[in-house]
């Protein structure tokens, strides 16, 4: 990327914008810091940026569905978790054995 200062830019403007033409992105900067203040592309490369993404479409590109599809991984688990790596999971503990799922709380917890 070339960087410019804003009063180079001004006088080398068309110089500038053949760059930006050649899909090569210009920054322009200002002031005596050298603060980066904009960057000058081709309007081809900007609607390329901001147009809305299909994200099925870019799930499909993904590597991870490439990896799939190459048999990598499982189509159906691709990220298989062993039993033994499996635990009990309680949610709270419940009020003496009673069953309603009741959940118990410390003194002052609603």
Avoid: C
């Amino acid at each position: 990327m070339r960087i410019w200062t804003l009063e180079k830019a001004k006088n080398g403007f068309s110089e500038l914008v053949r760059g930006a033409l050649a899909h090569e992105p210009q920054m322009v900067t200002r002031g005596r810091s050298g603060a980066e203040a904009v960057v000058v592309i081709a309007r081809e490369d900007y609607e390329r940026l901001v147009a809305p993404v299909d994200l099925y479409a870019a799930m499909q590109r993904s590597p991870l569905a490439s990896a799939i599809a190459e048999g990598v991984f499982d189509r159906e688990d691709p990220f298989p978790r062993p039993r033994e790596m499996a635990r009990e999971l309680s949610l709270g503990a419940t009020g003496d054995d009673d069953n309603t799922g009741s959940m118990v709380f410390p003194d002052g917890v609603p």
